[in-house]
């Protein structure tokens, strides 16, 4: 079975860091984009970031930029997400997705989803 599992979420005051993990298992993703999502409470899943096989290639959003850094360990099968400098607003449900068709920047043009870790920034 394939599948994505996230870890890593928690509460963390405003300011503060957190490092998110994606471990995929059942099939290897090392030649696939890889990204992280995030839903918010009566929002829709927006985009945070997206990755490439290689990691040679990232993109962010603009309100994550030069806060968050995704990375990924394809000898562990595992992406990651840095997030620094924590603000109330990234306060959300974190998704991992993965295959999808180069770069996407909506959900809907990914096919694998991990089931999600909450991040809660307090002030």
């Known amino acids: 079975q394939v599948q994505l599992v996230e870890s890593g979420g928690g509460l963390v005051q405003a300011g503060g860091s957190l490092r998110l993990s994606c471990l995929a298992s059942?099939?290897?993703?090392?030649?696939?984009?890889m990204a992280w999502f995030r839903q918010a409470p009566g929002e829709e899943r927006e985009f945070v970031s997206t990755i490439n096989g290689n990691g040679g290639s990232t993109y962010y959003a603009d309100s994550v930029k030069g806060r968050f850094t995704i990375s990924r360990d394809n000898a562990k099968n595992s992406l990651y997400l840095q997030m620094n400098s924590l603000k109330r607003e990234d306060t959300a449900v974190y998704y991992c997705?993965?295959?999808?068709?180069?770069?996407?920047?909506?959900?809907?043009?990914?096919?694998?989803w991990g089931q999600g870790t909450q991040v809660t920034v307090s002030s």
């Open positions: 059942g099939r290897t993703f090392s030649s696939d984009w």
């Open positions: 997705a993965a295959l999808a068709a180069g770069s996407q920047r909506s959900p809907r043009a990914w096919r694998l």
